[in-house]
C-alpha cells in the first residue's frame, strides 16, 4: 500500500512541480510578439510558397511590420490579401492586379534533336544535352519540372506540353522561377490576346522545326489599328499598355498562335502534337 | 587516465558501434521522417544531440536523487517521459528568450524531439549500464553525435535516391526503407570491433 502512494505521490509532485516550472518560465522568458502578426499571418493564404521573396507567409508577414516589406507582394492572395492586411496595418488598401503564369509554348516541336533518356527533370535535360533535347531551343521541354514546384495543383504536363490552370494559378511564379528554358512568363489574369510561342528562330527555321512556332511574318501587325503588337527578334509582342483585346491579330494569324483567350479555351481546341 | 579511456570507448561505441539508430534501432520516426533533406536532417541531428546531453544528465539525476532513494525504480520510463518533456518545453522558452539564433536553428525540431524514443533510451540505457555522472552525459551527447551521423548520411543517400530511375512501385518510401536496411548493414561491421577490451 505505501509503494503505491509512494509512486502516486512522486509522480503527483512531480508533474505539479513541473507545470508550476513552466507557468513561471512562459512568463519569466516570455518573447513579446507584435499582436499584429498572428493576425497579418492570418490574411495569408498559408501555403508559404515563396512567392513574396520571403521563407513563408510568417516571414513575409514580419517584414511588413517591419516596415521592410510593403502591402501586396503576396501574389497567392492577391487583392483580398491586400485589404486584409492593409485593414490590420490601418493604411489605404492597393489595388494588386491579378497576376497568373503562362507557358509561352504549346510544344510542337516534332523534330527532337536528341533523344533523351535520362532524369525526367527539364534542368537535368537542359544540362545533359546542351541546350535540351528539342529542335526549338526555346519550346517547352515537358519533364514537368514546373509541377513540382508548383503549391497549388495549378500547372500539369498535357500532351508533351505544361499548361497552366488560369483558375487555380495563383501568381506565386515558382514555375516561372524554376523553368530552365524560362518558357513561362507572368501575364495579366484578364490579359485575353496572348502569343504562345518564344521562339526567337526565323521563320524559315521555325517552319522546318514546329508546326505552329511564330514564323516573324508580321501580319498581326499590319492588322492592329492600335500598334499593340509588333514583331520584335522574330517573335510577335504585344504592349497591354495599348492592346484593347479586339481579336483581330488572333484571327488573323496564319500559325494561329495567338489565343483569343488566355489559352483557357481556344487553343484547347487546337490539339498539341503528340511526343 | 583509465577514466579518458573509459569515456572514449563509451563515446566510440555509441557514435559507432551501438549506434542509436542503426544498430539499436531507436529513434527511426525522426530517421525516417525528417531525412528528405541534407540540411534538414542536420538541423534535426543537432538538436538531437542538445536535447539527449540535457536528459542525460537531469535523468541521471532524478534517478540517484529520487527513484533509488525511494525504492521507485520501477518507475523509470513514466518519470523519464515527463522529466524529458518538461525539460524539452523549459529549454524551448529559455532558447527563445536568451538565444534567438540558436532557436531559430532548431526551429520546429525542438519539440519533435520530446517523444522521440531515442532520448528516453539513452535515459534508460545509461542507468541500465551503471554509468556515473559524467558517463551519462558523455554517453548521451555521443549518442546524438551517433545520431547525426546516421541521419545526415542517410539524408545524402535518400537525395540521390529521388532522382534515379527505379521501379514506380518502389519510389519514395518502399526504397527510403531498403536504403535504411542496406545502411544499416553497413554499421553492424563496427560491432566487430572490440574498443580497448
Redesign the interface.
Known amino acids: 500500500m505505501e509503494k503505491i502512494l509512494y509512486a502516486v505521490l512522486v509522480l503527483s509532485v512531480m508533474g505539479a512541480a513541473f507545470g508550476a516550472i513552466l507557468a513561471i518560465a512562459s512568463k519569466i522568458f516570455a518573447v513579446k510578439v507584435d499582436e499584429r502578426l498572428p493576425k497579418l499571418t492570418a490574411c495569408l493564404p498559408g501555403a508559404n510558397c515563396g512567392g513574396c521573396g520571403y521563407a513563408g507567409c510568417q516571414a513575409y508577414a514580419q517584414a511588413v511590420l517591419d516596415g521592410k516589406a510593403s502591402i501586396g507582394q503576396c501574389a497567392a492572395g492577391g487583392a483580398d490579401a491586400a485589404k486584409a492586411m492593409s485593414a490590420v496595418m490601418g493604411v489605404e488598401a492597393v489595388e494588386v492586379e491579378k497576376k497568373v503564369a503562362m507557358v509561352k509554348c504549346r510544344g510542337q516541336n516534332h523534330l527532337p534533336k536528341a533523344r533523351y533518356a535520362g532524369i525526367a527533370d527539364c534542368r537535368s535535360a537542359m544540362f545533359v544535352t546542351g541546350n535540351g533535347p528539342s529542335a526549338c531551343p526555346n519550346g517547352c521541354l515537358g519533364f514537368g519540372t514546373c509541377t513540382t514546384v508548383c503549391k497549388f495543383d495549378a500547372i500539369h504536363v498535357v500532351n508533351g506540353v505544361a499548361r497552366v490552370d488560369a483558375d487555380k494559378c495563383t501568381g506565386c511564379m515558382q514555375c516561372v522561377e524554376i523553368c530552365p528554358r524560362k518558357v513561362i512568363v507572368p501575364v495579366t489574369y484578364d490579359a485575353d490576346i496572348v502569343v504562345a510561342c518564344s521562339n526567337h528562330e526565323r521563320g524559315a527555321k521555325t517552319r522546318k522545326i514546329c508546326d505552329i512556332g511564330c514564323i516573324g511574318c508580321h501580319l498581326c501587325e499590319k492588322q492592329c489599328e492600335y500598334d499593340a503588337i509588333h514583331v520584335i527578334d522574330n517573335l510577335a509582342v504585344i504592349d497591354y499598355s495599348k492592346c484593347v483585346s479586339c481579336g483581330r491579330c488572333a484571327a488573323r494569324c496564319p500559325r494561329h498562335l495567338i489565343s483569343d483567350s488566355n489559352l483557357r479555351t481556344d487553343m484547347d481546341a487546337v490539339p498539341a502534337m503528340q511526343r | 587516465m583509465s577514466t579518458f579511456v573509459a569515456l572514449f570507448t563509451i563515446s566510440l561505441n555509441a557514435i559507432l558501434a551501438e549506434n542509436f539508430i542503426l544498430v539499436k534501432f531507436l529513434g527511426i520516426c525522426p530517421f525516417m521522417g525528417v531525412s528528405k533533406k541534407t540540411d534538414t536532417a542536420f538541423g534535426m541531428g543537432l538538436a538531437v544531440i542538445f536535447v539527449m546531453g540535457l536528459a542525460s544528465a537531469a535523468t541521471w539525476a532524478v534517478n540517484e536523487f529520487?527513484?533509488v532513494r525511494?525504492?521507485?525504480e520501477y518507475?523509470q520510463t513514466?518519470?523519464f517521459i515527463?522529466?524529458i518533456a518538461?525539460l524539452v518545453?523549459?529549454v524551448e522558452?529559455?532558447l527563445?528568450?536568451?538565444l534567438?539564433a540558436l532557436y531559430q536553428a532548431l526551429g520546429i525540431y525542438l519539440p519533435l524531439i520530446t517523444t522521440n524514443c531515442a532520448v528516453l533510451g539513452v535515459a534508460l540505457l545509461n542507468i541500465q549500464n551503471g554509468y556515473t555522472f559524467i558517463e551519462s552525459v558523455i554517453y548521451g551527447v555521443t549518442g546524438g553525435v551517433g545520431f547525426t551521423l546516421a541521419i545526415v548520411l542517410f539524408s545524402s543517400v535518400r537525395e540521390r535516391l529521388e532522382?534515379c530511375?527505379c521501379p514506380k512501385a518502389f519510389k519514395g518510401f518502399p526504397l527510403a526503407l531498403i536504403a535504411a536496411g542496406l545502411l544499416a548493414l553497413s554499421f553492424l561491421g563496427f560491432s566487430g570491433f572490440k574498443v580497448f577490451g
Open positions: 529520487l527513484l525511494l525504492n521507485l518507475m513514466v518519470v515527463l522529466v518538461a518545453q523549459f522558452m529559455f527563445q528568450k536568451a534567438p532522382d530511375d
